[in-house]
């Protein structure tokens, strides 16, 4: 007796309910942050602010707990204001690196907005790239025990000797690259190598030497290519000048011979 390979419609149909079930539970959106506002990168010491808004709240859970944490020194406070059609309210956590608030649907909150103002931490450790970062303001959702993250808020920081050795080192970057120099590009990596021990006169002072050198070999290329620009343009004319010469003895011997 053959088997049939052909499923019945019943199991067919209970195939794709189970099918559209799990690509439902598998697309379903999470807490998202459509919009946050912070700078690129900031002095040490300098003040900072980012503002982040929460929307999509209660796509996973219809309760759960908001964390924040940051860190920025000398943090002035946390903001946190909720959105509802009734009206707004805004939560004050005053001086903490750290806070925590219940997001609850029969509250009505349809959006959340969280600021934070502090200033860029010292730099523990300096990285040329990609360039060190601190956080500025980490964001989390927590549900029972388990905790996921919402959105992670980077910057940028830097001193004084530290960002006149990075750029530097850029402007030594951009000049390597439009040359063959091994030297130049070697002098290069030793810069960075000594912008990431935080060693910035060195690193400042071999990022121009790795820039002059990388300067002068260009110039050398380009000293050579107009020489052999030019030796190509004198064999030119001289092939034509012979050329011009054979013709005319071949015109001049015609002549004679008629």
């Given at each position: ?92 956590y ?23 103002t ?5 730099i ?7 360039p ?65 021990v ?61």
């Amino acid at each position: 007796m053959k088997m049939s390979l052909i499923p019945s419609s019943k199991g067919t149909t209970a195939l794709v309910a189970l099918v559209i079930a799990m690509a439902a539970v598998g697309t379903a959106a999470a807490v998202t942050a459509p919009d946050t506002s912070a700078p690129d990168e900031a002095q040490v010491g300098e003040e900072v602010s980012v503002s982040v808004t929460l929307s999509n709240l209660y796509s996973d859970n219809d309760e759960w707990t908001l964390r924040g944490t940051t860190q920025l020194t000398n943090v002035t406070g946390w903001e946190v204001t909720k959105v509802r059609p009734a009206g707004n309210t805004t939560e004050e956590y005053t001086g903490q690196d750290s806070f925590e608030t219940n997001i609850n649907r029969a509250d009505n909150v349809t959006d959340v907005v969280v600021t934070i103002t502090g200033d860029a931490p010292p730099i523990e450790e300096f990285q040329y790239d990609p360039p060190q970062q601190f956080e500025a303001a980490k964001l989390a959702q927590a549900v029972g025990q388990g905790e996921s993250d919402i959105e992670t808020v980077q910057v940028h920081h830097y001193t004084n000797e530290s960002r006149q050795a990075l750029n530097a080192i850029r402007d030594a970057e951009e000049a390597v690259e439009g040359s063959d120099s091994n030297d130049a590009r070697n002098r290069l990596e030793q810069a960075k190598d000594a912008y990431n021990v935080g060693n910035f006169g060195n690193a400042e002072s071999i990022a121009n030497d790795a820039k002059n050198t990388a300067n002068e070999a260009k110039s050398s290329q380009d000293t050579m290519t107009l020489i052999l620009y030019g030796v190509g343009a004198l064999v030119v004319l001289a092939l034509i000048g012979g050329g011009v010469y054979y013709y005319r003895n071949q015109q001049d011997s015609y002549d004679k011979l008629r």
